[in-house]
T-cell receptor
Framework: QKEVEQNSGPLSVPEGAIASLNCTYS??????FFWYRQYSGKSPELIMF????GDKEDGRFTAQLNKASQYVSLLIRDSQPSDSATYLC??????????FGSGTKLNVKP | DVKVTQSSRYLVKRTGEKVFLECVQD?????MFWYRQDPGLGLRLIYF???????EKGDIPEGYSVSREKKERFSLILESASTNQTSMYLC???????????FGAGSRLTVL
Protein backbone atom coordinates (compact mmCIF):
# COMPACT_ATOMS: atom_id res chain seq x y z
CA GLN A 1 0.00 0.00 0.00
CA LYS A 2 1.46 3.33 -1.03
CA GLU A 3 0.77 5.91 1.64
CA VAL A 4 0.89 9.66 1.54
CA GLU A 5 0.56 11.35 4.91
CA GLN A 6 -0.42 14.93 5.66
CA ASN A 7 -1.42 16.71 8.83
CA SER A 8 -5.11 17.48 8.41
CA GLY A 9 -4.85 20.84 10.14
CA PRO A 10 -6.33 23.33 10.14
CA LEU A 11 -3.17 25.35 9.82
CA SER A 12 -3.86 28.97 10.68
CA VAL A 13 -1.49 31.74 9.65
CA PRO A 14 -1.91 35.53 9.60
CA GLU A 15 -2.04 37.36 6.30
CA GLY A 16 1.44 38.07 4.99
CA ALA A 17 3.09 35.18 6.85
CA ILE A 18 4.72 32.08 5.41
CA ALA A 19 2.58 28.95 5.41
CA SER A 20 4.46 25.65 5.52
CA LEU A 21 2.67 22.48 4.46
CA ASN A 22 4.28 19.09 4.83
CA CYS A 23 3.86 15.64 3.34
CA THR A 24 5.58 12.29 3.77
CA TYR A 25 5.30 9.27 1.50
CA SER A 26 6.04 5.60 1.96
CA UNK A 27 7.21 4.39 -1.44
CA UNK A 28 10.91 5.08 -2.12
CA UNK A 29 10.24 4.39 -5.79
CA UNK A 30 8.07 7.48 -6.10
CA UNK A 31 9.31 9.63 -8.95
CA UNK A 32 7.13 12.70 -9.11
CA PHE A 33 5.42 14.86 -6.55
CA PHE A 34 2.55 17.28 -6.82
CA TRP A 35 0.66 19.87 -4.83
CA TYR A 36 -3.00 20.46 -5.59
CA ARG A 37 -5.21 23.14 -4.11
CA GLN A 38 -8.88 22.46 -3.47
CA TYR A 39 -11.28 25.19 -2.50
CA SER A 40 -14.33 24.15 -0.53
CA GLY A 41 -16.89 22.55 -2.83
CA LYS A 42 -14.55 22.66 -5.82
CA SER A 43 -12.33 20.15 -7.58
CA PRO A 44 -8.54 19.97 -7.07
CA GLU A 45 -6.29 22.08 -9.27
CA LEU A 46 -2.55 21.58 -9.78
CA ILE A 47 -0.36 24.34 -8.40
CA MET A 48 3.11 22.79 -8.49
CA PHE A 49 5.06 19.66 -9.32
CA UNK A 50 8.64 18.65 -8.49
CA UNK A 51 10.78 15.74 -9.63
CA UNK A 52 14.27 16.41 -8.26
CA UNK A 53 15.67 16.91 -4.80
CA GLY A 54 15.85 20.53 -3.74
CA ASP A 55 13.63 23.54 -4.16
CA LYS A 56 11.42 24.68 -7.00
CA GLU A 57 9.95 28.16 -6.94
CA ASP A 58 6.93 29.53 -8.77
CA GLY A 59 5.85 32.99 -7.69
CA ARG A 60 4.86 32.89 -4.03
CA PHE A 61 5.02 29.09 -3.95
CA THR A 62 8.09 26.93 -3.27
CA ALA A 63 8.06 23.15 -3.35
CA GLN A 64 10.81 21.32 -1.52
CA LEU A 65 11.72 17.66 -2.03
CA ASN A 66 13.96 15.43 0.06
CA LYS A 67 13.88 11.90 -1.33
CA ALA A 68 16.23 10.51 1.33
CA SER A 69 13.77 11.56 4.03
CA GLN A 70 10.73 10.83 1.81
CA TYR A 71 9.47 14.29 2.49
CA VAL A 72 7.95 17.00 0.34
CA SER A 73 6.76 20.41 1.45
CA LEU A 74 5.06 23.49 0.09
CA LEU A 75 5.86 26.98 1.28
CA ILE A 76 3.49 29.84 0.54
CA ARG A 77 5.06 33.25 1.04
CA ASP A 78 3.05 36.39 1.74
CA SER A 79 -0.05 34.28 2.44
CA GLN A 80 -3.34 35.83 1.36
CA PRO A 81 -6.89 35.07 2.51
CA SER A 82 -7.49 33.75 -1.03
CA ASP A 83 -4.93 31.00 -0.28
CA SER A 84 -7.35 29.53 2.28
CA ALA A 85 -8.09 26.07 0.93
CA THR A 86 -7.19 22.43 1.39
CA TYR A 87 -3.82 21.47 -0.06
CA LEU A 88 -3.41 17.94 -1.34
CA CYS A 89 -0.05 16.26 -1.73
CA UNK A 90 0.18 13.60 -4.46
CA UNK A 91 2.93 11.24 -5.52
CA UNK A 92 3.38 9.07 -8.57
CA UNK A 93 5.86 6.25 -9.14
CA UNK A 94 5.18 5.47 -12.77
CA UNK A 95 3.16 8.38 -14.07
CA UNK A 96 0.16 6.09 -14.38
CA UNK A 97 -1.12 6.18 -10.84
CA UNK A 98 -1.28 9.11 -8.50
CA UNK A 99 -1.62 8.66 -4.75
CA PHE A 100 -3.11 11.50 -2.77
CA GLY A 101 -2.86 12.49 0.86
CA SER A 102 -6.00 13.48 2.74
CA GLY A 103 -5.04 17.14 2.58
CA THR A 104 -4.13 19.97 4.95
CA LYS A 105 -6.66 22.73 5.49
CA LEU A 106 -5.06 26.18 5.47
CA ASN A 107 -6.75 29.23 6.97
CA VAL A 108 -5.17 32.60 6.27
CA LYS A 109 -6.56 35.20 8.68
CA PRO A 110 -6.83 38.83 7.52
CA ASP B 1 -8.57 24.99 -21.49
CA VAL B 2 -9.33 21.33 -21.01
CA LYS B 3 -12.82 20.76 -19.83
CA VAL B 4 -13.89 17.69 -17.90
CA THR B 5 -17.63 17.52 -17.46
CA GLN B 6 -19.42 15.26 -15.02
CA SER B 7 -23.04 14.94 -15.91
CA SER B 8 -24.55 15.00 -12.43
CA ARG B 9 -23.43 17.19 -9.54
CA TYR B 10 -25.78 15.66 -7.00
CA LEU B 11 -27.50 12.28 -7.01
CA VAL B 12 -29.64 10.49 -4.44
CA LYS B 13 -30.17 6.78 -4.98
CA ARG B 14 -31.56 3.88 -3.02
CA THR B 15 -29.68 0.81 -1.87
CA GLY B 16 -29.55 -1.79 -4.63
CA GLU B 17 -30.08 0.62 -7.49
CA LYS B 18 -27.75 0.63 -10.49
CA VAL B 19 -25.98 3.97 -10.79
CA PHE B 20 -24.18 5.47 -13.77
CA LEU B 21 -21.77 8.37 -13.37
CA GLU B 22 -20.71 9.93 -16.65
CA CYS B 23 -17.57 11.89 -17.44
CA VAL B 24 -16.71 13.60 -20.73
CA GLN B 25 -13.49 15.42 -21.66
CA ASP B 26 -13.05 17.60 -24.71
CA UNK B 27 -9.28 17.52 -25.34
CA UNK B 28 -8.64 14.08 -26.82
CA UNK B 29 -6.85 12.88 -23.67
CA UNK B 30 -5.82 9.24 -23.65
CA UNK B 31 -5.96 8.69 -19.89
CA MET B 32 -9.01 9.04 -17.70
CA PHE B 33 -9.47 8.32 -14.00
CA TRP B 34 -12.20 7.86 -11.42
CA TYR B 35 -11.50 8.78 -7.79
CA ARG B 36 -13.68 8.96 -4.74
CA GLN B 37 -13.01 11.53 -2.04
CA ASP B 38 -14.00 10.99 1.58
CA PRO B 39 -13.16 13.13 4.63
CA GLY B 40 -9.91 12.03 6.22
CA LEU B 41 -9.18 9.53 3.46
CA GLY B 42 -8.25 11.81 0.60
CA LEU B 43 -8.68 10.80 -3.01
CA ARG B 44 -8.63 7.08 -3.68
CA LEU B 45 -8.32 5.66 -7.18
CA ILE B 46 -11.17 3.40 -8.26
CA TYR B 47 -10.31 2.73 -11.91
CA PHE B 48 -8.35 4.30 -14.68
CA UNK B 49 -8.26 3.89 -18.44
CA UNK B 50 -5.22 4.13 -20.70
CA UNK B 51 -7.27 4.47 -23.84
CA UNK B 52 -10.51 3.34 -25.45
CA UNK B 53 -11.65 -0.03 -24.12
CA UNK B 54 -8.58 -0.28 -21.89
CA UNK B 55 -8.98 -0.17 -18.14
CA GLU B 56 -7.07 -1.02 -15.02
CA LYS B 57 -8.21 -1.43 -11.44
CA GLY B 58 -7.16 1.14 -8.94
CA ASP B 59 -6.93 0.68 -5.19
CA ILE B 60 -10.64 0.31 -4.40
CA PRO B 61 -12.39 -1.25 -7.40
CA GLU B 62 -14.76 -3.49 -5.42
CA GLY B 63 -18.39 -2.72 -6.14
CA TYR B 64 -17.57 -0.65 -9.22
CA SER B 65 -17.10 -1.21 -12.93
CA VAL B 66 -16.22 1.16 -15.76
CA SER B 67 -16.84 1.58 -19.45
CA ARG B 68 -14.86 3.45 -22.08
CA GLU B 69 -16.34 2.91 -25.51
CA LYS B 70 -15.31 6.32 -26.84
CA LYS B 71 -12.16 8.27 -26.12
CA GLU B 72 -13.94 11.26 -24.66
CA ARG B 73 -16.27 9.39 -22.30
CA PHE B 74 -15.50 7.35 -19.18
CA SER B 75 -18.38 5.95 -17.19
CA LEU B 76 -18.38 4.64 -13.63
CA ILE B 77 -21.02 2.06 -12.81
CA LEU B 78 -22.25 0.97 -9.41
CA GLU B 79 -24.01 -2.30 -10.15
CA SER B 80 -25.88 -2.37 -6.84
CA ALA B 81 -25.41 0.78 -4.81
CA SER B 82 -24.72 0.47 -1.10
CA THR B 83 -24.69 3.06 1.66
CA ASN B 84 -20.90 2.83 1.98
CA GLN B 85 -20.64 4.15 -1.56
CA THR B 86 -22.00 7.51 -0.47
CA SER B 87 -19.17 9.82 -1.45
CA MET B 88 -17.86 12.53 -3.74
CA TYR B 89 -16.76 11.05 -7.06
CA LEU B 90 -14.17 12.89 -9.12
CA CYS B 91 -13.28 12.20 -12.73
CA UNK B 92 -9.93 13.33 -14.15
CA UNK B 93 -8.16 13.18 -17.48
CA UNK B 94 -4.71 13.87 -18.90
CA UNK B 95 -2.54 13.40 -21.95
CA UNK B 96 -0.71 10.06 -21.66
CA UNK B 97 2.45 10.49 -19.58
CA UNK B 98 1.76 14.11 -18.69
CA UNK B 99 1.98 15.31 -15.13
CA UNK B 100 -1.21 17.33 -14.99
CA UNK B 101 -4.51 15.81 -14.00
CA UNK B 102 -7.53 17.92 -14.87
CA PHE B 103 -10.50 17.21 -12.66
CA GLY B 104 -14.20 17.54 -13.23
CA ALA B 105 -16.43 19.37 -10.76
CA GLY B 106 -17.37 16.15 -8.99
CA SER B 107 -20.54 14.14 -8.45
CA ARG B 108 -21.82 13.90 -4.91
CA LEU B 109 -23.67 10.61 -4.52
CA THR B 110 -25.88 9.80 -1.57
CA VAL B 111 -27.14 6.23 -1.21
CA LEU B 112 -30.07 5.83 1.16
Amino acid sequence: QKEVEQNSGPLSVPEGAIASLNCTYSDRGSQSFFWYRQYSGKSPELIMFIYSNGDKEDGRFTAQLNKASQYVSLLIRDSQPSDSATYLCAVSYNFNKFYFGSGTKLNVKP
Amino acid sequence: DVKVTQSSRYLVKRTGEKVFLECVQDMDHENMFWYRQDPGLGLRLIYFSYDVKMKEKGDIPEGYSVSREKKERFSLILESASTNQTSMYLCASRVAGANVLTFGAGSRLTVL
